[in-house]
Nanobody
Framework: QVQVEESGGGLVQAGGSLRLSCTAS????????MAWFRQAPGKERESVVY???????TYADSVKGRFSIAIDNAKNTVYLQMNSLKPEDTGVYYC????????????WGQGTQVTVSS
């Protein structure tokens, strides 16, 4: 069973930045499709960015131009760099692996809380 752990969340003022990390116990995780999701209080979970086999990200419209991803295969880690944060970015951020590239997510982490104050 692949273990996945997110980290890097915290409290930041609007306009600030955070970098989240998603580290897996399996070497192939960071070189396979995966996604970052978030869930705000009282809202459904939504996709933030989907990363395909080539390591390219498809971002939600709400984060385009502000969020970016980076992959470190040597560390089995995928990063989510979040800049120009807004209060509406507040939520629990999760990463999940899509090992078959079919949108069937497995290997969910426990999430990391991001809170953006106005």
């Amino acid at each position: 069973q692949v273990q996945v752990e997110e980290s890097g969340g915290g409290l930041v003022q609007a306009g600030g930045s955070l970098r989240l990390s998603c580290t897996a116990s399996e070497r192939r995780f960071s070189s396979s499709p995966m996604a970052w999701f978030r869930q705000a209080p009282g809202k459904e979970r939504e996709s933030v960015v989907y990363i395909n086999w080539r390591g390219l990200g498809t971002y939600a419209d709400s984060v385009k131009g502000r969020f970016s991803i980076a992959i470190d295969n040597a560390k089995n880690t995928v990063y989510l760099q979040m800049n120009s944060l807004k209060p509406e970015d507040t939520g629990v951020y999760y990463c999940a692996g899509d090992p078959l590239g079919l949108g069937t997510y497995e290997y969910w982490g426990q999430g990391t809380q991001v809170t953006v104050s106005s």
